[in-house]
Every structure is written in C-alpha cells, then in structure tokens.
C-alpha cells in the first residue's frame, strides 16, 4: 500500500477536532479550510501537488503528501483510510469525484474511524453511472434530455453531445484496469455524420449520446443529505463560465426558484440520498422546464460564493460528520453575485480567440463592461480575500505558467508535441459540476480549468 508523506512533525491533538481536505485547483479546498479553521478545526491539506492553493492558505494547519488518485484509485482510498487513523482524524471532505468514490468503496472500515456523511458505493453508483442515474431520474419524474448509449443511438441529423457514460475512472465501472484508461471529456458532434468514436476516443466504455439543449447557463442546486433527509440547500445561476459558450464557473448569481428546488429534492428523495450533492440541469429556452444534466456527489468548485451568500454547508458538513445533527439557518442571500477572478480571464479571452457556431459571441465590448460593472457592484471572489491572499498568488502563478506553456505549444507545435492525438468533433465544456455547453474540455481534464470536482 502507498503512504502519504507527511511534512512536518505530528502534532498533539488540540481544537474541536481534525479534518482533511484534499487540494486541488479548485476554490472548494480553500472554502473549506475557511470555514472550519477560525472554528478551531484542525485542518489538514493533503495533495499529490505541493503547489495545490489550498498548501499556502493561513487556515491550513498542515499539508500531506498523498498519491495521485488517478493513477491507481484503489491505493488512493487506503491511504486515506491509513491517514484517517494515524491523524486522528474526525472527517475528511470529498471535493472531487475520486474523493467520494474512495471514501464510499471503503465506507465501513471508515466508518470505524471517522464520521462518515457520504453515501456507500451502491448508492454512489446510481449518480456516477449516467445510465442508472437517469433511470432514477425518469422514476422521480424529473426532465432529461433525450439520453442513450451511443451504439443505440441512430438520429444522426439532429444536434447532440457525446459524454462519458460514467464520472470517474474506477475499477467498479471500467474494471481492473481502470488507472489506464481514459474517461473521456464531453464532445460536440455535428449533425449528419455518424461518429467513428469508439475507435477514435478510445474512452474504454461505450459513451452516452444526448440531445443538445441550447443554453449555456446552468443552474445548480445544492444540498446536504441526513440519510434521505434535507438539511440545508441553496441554488445558484451561473451567468459566466470561461468560455462565452459556458465552461467552469467564472460568475454567479443566487437564485430561489421553487421549480428547481422541487426538482434537486425530488431526484435526490428518490435515490435516498446521504452526504453532499450538486444537481445541476440546464433550462430548456423553448418550454422553461429544467432538464438535468449531473449529479456532482461532493463539494463544488464554486463553494465558497456558496458560502459567502450565507449557506456554511464545510460548516454542516462537519457538524453532521462528529455531532450527527445539523444546526442550520434556511435562509441566505438571494440575488448576490461572486467571481472567479481566473475564470473571468478566461471568458474575456475566449471572446477574444475562441468561435462556437451554436452560440452568438458577445461584443468584447460589451463583454468587458458586463465583467467590470459586476466586478464593482459584487465584489465576492473565491480566492482574494484580504486575511488570506496565499490561495490567491498560488493560483494566479500556476494560471500564469500554464497559460504561458499554452502558448508555446500553440506557437511550437512541431517542438512540443509528444504524441498525436486522433481527430475529435469540437469539445463541449463542463460548467461548474459538469453539465454540457458548448466549450472545451471537461472541468479538471486542464489545468486552466476547475478541478473538483470540479
């Protein structure tokens, strides 16, 4: 088994407790530590990154290296497991889709050591798998778009997305091998061609085809799950991602619409469910229903406007993980917006240098005093805050290498290029959680994207 490497000498147990938040590029690391660090939490950071934002916050206690979950998942989930009973620890936070299934693959010996408010794997397989997660969504009676598998799929006249059938490159649902193979990012096909894509993308599964539906907004709806039972939710519409056509979320807003609470609660009553959930659908511009798209089973990119709208769900998390019951207030900020300085960036230069035929591109123009005027009127951002700005330099840093090593590639190719990639329809983008737009790759697949799982 691997073993994390710990930095540092161990340290007494001292505070509330001890939890560990896994570091990643996302905010959702750093909102976390926010939260439960000024609560006397003793909050530990492990990553296989040792530039991950979350190391250099002022609310990070300590910072371990773990192994790289992507490369054997299995190894991943038994360190963590190792970690939980060397360090004490009361909790640990999936923020990112390997979190959650490690956590939930190896729940009971968990759960002999540490609070555990997340769901077992049957339960996790029923949102990781797209297929099954759609089957509990046409029982809740909630709107999809049309779905199948893409050997089952015959309309090739009609606009459609190809995506990843499942979430996460695990054993369970790619078999023994799968720390080798690709699961795929969410692709654009143009009408009227069938795709050759189980010989190009080699994703190692049959994907989903599905129809596409034109809006890059998407709206998400959170919850913290009791074992079937709400106990906190919040909303949120996303306004700007990092591509003008949708991507990651760069600027939000909170929102309360009844039909889309209905909808997050219906589906998650239906499959029962325990621990945290993003539920993210896209509206429908001709009818106005909301169609689902994802389920996102742990911690979000965009938290921390989560929290900062007044919904403290690292907060609820950790108190329904070592006290088992939740004091929550039901209430927040309706109408509020925050950023993602990055993701701003990156939507004004996709305005710039990018061309999506489904979706109008905005005037620069405009589209810079639409950034501005927001900017000034709500001044929330993920990671600048004045009592902690490490996050923020980290972030900009790593944001502004890998931009620069973009650049060379663009400009280099013949240098730079190491292996040839097969020839794919143009890519959709995955918007905070996951849901499709027309944009680029998936969140987490680049390092100017979000990770979370993003």
Not at 6 to 24: M, N
Not at 295 to 317: C, E, K
Not at 322 to 342: F, N
Request: proline letters at 8%; aromatic letters at 10%; hydrophobic letters at 35%.
């Amino acid at each position: 088994m691997q073993s994390a490497t710990h930095d540092g000498e161990e340290e007494a147990q001292t505070g509330a407790g001890r939890v560990l938040v896994p570091g990643i590029t996302a905010p959702s690391t750093v909102a976390c530590l926010r939260s439960l660090h000024p609560r006397d939490v003793y909050t530990v950071v492990g990553s296989e990154s040792r530039t991950t934002p979350g190391s250099v916050s002022t609310y990070c206690d300590r910072f371990v290296t773990l192994p790289d979950p992507s490369e054997d998942i299995e190894a991943y989930g038994e360190t963590l497991l190792a970690l939980a009973d060397r360090l004490s620890l009361d909790t640990i936070i999936p923020v990112r889709e390997e979190d959650v299934y490690a956590l939930a693959a190896n729940k009971d010996a968990f759960a002999e050591i540490v609070g555990t408010p997340w769901p077992d794997l049957d339960t996790l397989e029923q949102v990781q798998d797209r297929v099954r997660l759609f089957a509990a969504a046409e029982r809740a009676g909630i709107d999809m778009p049309e779905t199948r598998l893409l050997d089952e799929w015959d309309d090739w006249s009609r606009e459609t997305i190809i995506k990843p059938r499942y979430t996460v490159a695990a054993p369970t649902y790619l078999g023994a091998d799968a720390g080798q193979s690709d699961i795929g990012s969410t692709v654009y096909h143009e009408p009227g061609t069938p795709p050759t894509l189980l010989e190009d993308l080699e994703w190692g599964h049959v994907p989903l085809v599905q129809e596409y539906v034109p809006d890059s907004r998407e709206f998400g709806f959170f919850a913290l799950y009791d074992h079937g039972e709400p106990v906190a939710t919040f909303q949120h519409c996303q306004k700007r991602g990092y591509k003008y056509s949708g991507g990651p979320s760069a600027y939000r807003e909170s929102t309360a619409i009844p039909e889309l609470e209905e909808a997050g609660l219906a589906l998650l009553d239906e499959l029962e469910w325990h621990g945290l959930a993003m539920v993210e659908f896209l509206r429908d511009p001709e009818t106005g229903t909301f169609k689902l798209m994802e389920i996102n089973p742990r911690f979000w990119s965009s938290l921390p406007f989560t929290v900062q709208a007044g919904v403290d769900f690292p907060h609820y998390y950790w108190q329904l993980a070592t006290a088992g019951t939740v004091d929550v207030d039901p209430s927040y900020d309706v109408g509020i917006g925050g950023h993602l300085l990055r993701g701003e960036a990156c939507y004004l230069h996709s305005v710039l240098a990018d061309d999506y035929p489904l979706v109008e591109r905005p005037a620069f123009a405009q589209a810079l005093r639409d950034v501005a005027t927001s900017l000034v009127r709500e001044p929330r951002f993920d990671y600048a805050v004045a009592d902690d700005l490490g996050p923020f330099v980290q972030d900009g840093a790593t944001f502004l290498r890998t931009a620069v090593a973009e650049q060379v590639r663009t400009l280099f190719p013949k240098a730079t290029r190491t292996q040839t990639s097969p020839v794919t329809p143009a890519p959709i983008a995955e918007t905070d959680g996951g849901p499709p737009s027309a944009g680029h790759e998936t969140e987490g697949e680049r390092p100017l994207e979000d990770q979370t799982g993003q």
